[in-house]
Protein backbone atom coordinates (compact mmCIF):
# COMPACT_ATOMS: atom_id res chain seq x y z
CA UNK A 1 0.00 0.00 0.00
CA UNK A 2 2.93 2.38 0.63
CA UNK A 3 3.36 2.34 -3.17
CA UNK A 4 0.02 4.22 -3.57
CA UNK A 5 0.85 7.79 -2.40
CA UNK A 6 -1.91 8.57 0.14
CA UNK A 7 -2.75 12.08 1.20
CA UNK A 8 -3.19 12.91 4.80
CA UNK A 9 -5.43 15.37 6.38
CA UNK A 10 -5.10 17.18 9.50
CA UNK A 11 -8.26 19.44 10.36
CA UNK A 12 -7.43 21.98 12.64
CA UNK A 13 -9.50 24.98 14.46
CA UNK A 14 -6.81 27.16 13.20
CA UNK A 15 -7.76 29.17 9.93
CA UNK A 16 -5.75 28.87 7.06
CA UNK A 17 -5.78 31.24 4.23
CA UNK A 18 -5.67 30.46 0.85
CA UNK A 19 -4.34 26.63 -0.60
CA UNK A 20 -4.05 24.09 2.21
CA UNK A 21 -0.52 24.43 4.29
CA UNK A 22 1.02 20.95 3.98
CA UNK A 23 4.17 19.11 5.14
CA UNK A 24 6.40 16.90 3.22
CA UNK A 25 7.62 14.33 4.86
CA UNK A 26 10.26 11.73 3.84
CA UNK A 27 8.35 7.82 3.52
CA UNK A 28 5.34 9.11 4.09
CA UNK A 29 2.17 10.79 2.70
CA UNK A 30 2.17 14.81 2.29
CA UNK A 31 0.06 15.86 5.30
CA UNK A 32 -2.12 18.61 4.36
CA UNK A 33 -3.64 21.64 6.82
CA UNK A 34 -6.90 22.34 6.61
CA UNK A 35 -9.49 25.08 8.37
CA UNK A 36 -12.26 22.76 10.14
CA UNK A 37 -14.82 25.28 8.74
CA UNK A 38 -13.25 24.25 5.28
CA UNK A 39 -17.24 24.13 3.38
CA UNK A 40 -15.62 22.25 0.42
CA UNK A 41 -14.02 19.63 2.81
CA UNK A 42 -16.75 19.64 4.81
CA UNK A 43 -18.95 18.87 1.87
CA UNK A 44 -16.72 15.88 0.59
CA UNK A 45 -16.84 14.51 4.32
CA UNK A 46 -20.44 14.64 4.38
CA UNK A 47 -20.73 12.94 0.73
CA UNK A 48 -18.32 10.40 1.95
CA UNK A 49 -20.28 9.27 5.19
CA UNK A 50 -23.57 9.00 2.48
CA UNK A 51 -21.96 7.01 0.04
CA UNK A 52 -19.69 4.38 2.48
CA UNK A 53 -22.80 1.87 1.60
CA UNK A 54 -21.01 1.89 -1.69
CA UNK A 55 -17.70 1.21 -0.71
CA UNK A 56 -19.14 -1.86 1.65
CA UNK A 57 -20.55 -3.31 -1.58
CA UNK A 58 -17.57 -3.37 -3.40
CA UNK A 59 -15.36 -4.50 -0.56
CA UNK A 60 -17.45 -7.56 0.21
CA UNK A 61 -17.99 -8.20 -4.06
CA UNK A 62 -14.42 -9.62 -4.08
CA UNK A 63 -14.66 -8.62 -7.60
CA UNK A 64 -10.47 -8.70 -8.60
CA UNK A 65 -10.32 -5.69 -10.66
CA UNK A 66 -11.09 -3.61 -7.42
CA UNK A 67 -7.92 -3.01 -4.63
CA UNK A 68 -6.49 -1.06 -2.29
CA UNK A 69 -9.73 -0.84 -0.20
CA UNK A 70 -9.24 2.26 2.24
CA UNK A 71 -11.17 4.72 4.66
CA UNK A 72 -9.65 7.60 6.32
CA UNK A 73 -10.73 8.28 10.29
CA UNK A 74 -10.35 11.18 12.24
CA UNK A 75 -8.35 10.75 15.73
CA UNK A 76 -7.95 13.51 18.34
CA UNK A 77 -5.16 16.07 18.15
CA UNK A 78 -4.27 18.76 20.45
CA UNK A 79 -5.26 21.33 18.01
CA UNK A 80 -8.74 19.17 16.03
CA UNK A 81 -7.76 16.00 14.39
CA UNK A 82 -6.09 14.00 12.47
CA UNK A 83 -7.47 12.01 10.03
CA UNK A 84 -5.60 8.86 8.79
CA UNK A 85 -5.86 6.38 6.02
CA UNK A 86 -7.03 2.56 7.13
CA UNK A 87 -5.89 -0.32 5.09
CA UNK A 88 -5.81 -3.73 5.23
CA UNK A 89 -9.66 -4.07 5.43
CA UNK A 90 -11.14 -6.94 7.46
CA UNK A 91 -14.67 -7.72 8.46
CA UNK A 92 -14.95 -9.58 12.14
CA UNK A 93 -18.33 -10.58 13.89
CA UNK A 94 -19.91 -7.95 11.40
CA UNK A 95 -17.71 -5.23 11.99
CA UNK A 96 -15.02 -3.22 9.58
CA UNK A 97 -11.22 -3.03 10.99
CA UNK A 98 -8.64 -1.35 9.41
CA UNK A 99 -4.74 -1.36 10.01
CA UNK A 100 -3.35 2.60 10.13
CA UNK A 101 -1.54 2.69 7.16
CA UNK A 102 0.24 6.12 8.17
CA UNK A 103 2.98 7.08 10.63
CA UNK A 104 0.76 9.61 12.65
CA UNK A 105 2.04 13.52 13.12
CA UNK A 106 0.04 14.65 15.89
CA UNK A 107 -1.59 11.66 17.31
CA UNK A 108 -0.33 9.42 19.95
CA UNK A 109 -3.90 7.32 20.68
CA UNK A 110 -2.85 5.34 17.37
CA UNK A 111 0.56 4.16 15.90
CA UNK A 112 1.37 2.86 12.08
CA UNK A 113 0.09 -0.99 11.96
CA UNK A 114 -2.15 -1.14 14.45
CA UNK A 115 -6.04 -2.30 14.09
CA UNK A 116 -8.83 0.21 14.56
CA UNK A 117 -12.43 -0.80 14.33
CA UNK A 118 -14.00 1.71 11.66
CA UNK A 119 -16.89 3.71 13.08
CA UNK A 120 -19.06 4.31 9.58
CA UNK A 121 -20.80 7.59 11.18
CA UNK A 122 -16.90 9.20 11.51
CA UNK A 123 -15.43 8.35 8.58
CA UNK A 124 -14.05 11.11 6.66
CA UNK A 125 -13.27 9.33 3.27
CA UNK A 126 -13.30 6.05 1.15
CA UNK A 127 -12.10 4.85 -1.75
CA UNK A 128 -10.50 1.87 -3.84
CA UNK A 129 -8.93 1.66 -7.12
CA UNK A 130 -11.22 -0.73 -10.08
CA UNK A 131 -9.68 -1.08 -13.25
CA UNK A 132 -6.38 1.35 -12.35
CA UNK A 133 -9.73 4.34 -11.76
CA UNK A 134 -10.08 5.63 -8.24
CA UNK A 135 -13.48 5.22 -6.93
CA UNK A 136 -14.45 7.39 -4.07
CA UNK A 137 -11.55 9.42 -2.39
CA UNK A 138 -13.43 12.55 -2.54
CA UNK A 139 -11.30 14.83 0.04
CA UNK A 140 -8.07 13.39 -2.27
CA UNK A 141 -9.79 14.86 -5.23
CA UNK A 142 -10.57 17.67 -3.45
CA UNK A 143 -7.15 18.53 -2.54
CA UNK A 144 -5.40 17.20 -5.49
CA UNK A 145 -7.49 19.89 -7.46
CA UNK A 146 -6.34 22.60 -5.33
CA UNK A 147 -2.82 21.33 -5.70
CA UNK A 148 -0.37 23.91 -7.78
CA UNK A 149 -0.07 22.46 -11.46
CA UNK A 150 3.95 20.80 -10.96
CA UNK A 151 2.13 19.06 -7.67
CA UNK A 152 -1.00 17.84 -9.17
CA UNK A 153 1.52 15.95 -12.33
CA UNK A 154 3.75 14.69 -9.73
CA UNK A 155 0.94 13.64 -7.61
CA UNK A 156 -0.67 11.88 -10.89
CA UNK A 157 2.85 10.43 -11.71
CA UNK A 158 3.08 8.29 -7.93
CA UNK A 159 -0.30 8.20 -7.41
CA UNK A 160 -1.09 4.70 -9.15
CA UNK A 161 -4.50 5.28 -10.37
CA UNK A 162 -6.28 7.40 -12.92
CA UNK A 163 -8.39 10.24 -11.58
CA UNK A 164 -11.18 11.51 -13.38
Given at each position: ????????????????L??????????????????????????????????????????????????????????A?E??????????????????????????????????????????????????????????????????????????????????????
Amino acid sequence: MKNLLLLLLVLSAQPILGQAEKTERPVEPTIYDVDSEDAQMNEAIKKSRITFGEFLVAFRSKNPSQRNFSVKMPFATEYGAEHIWLTNMEIKDEKLFGVVDNLPQSVNTVRLGDVVEIDSEKITDWFYIDNEKLIGGLTIRLLRDRMSKSDKKRFDRTFGATID
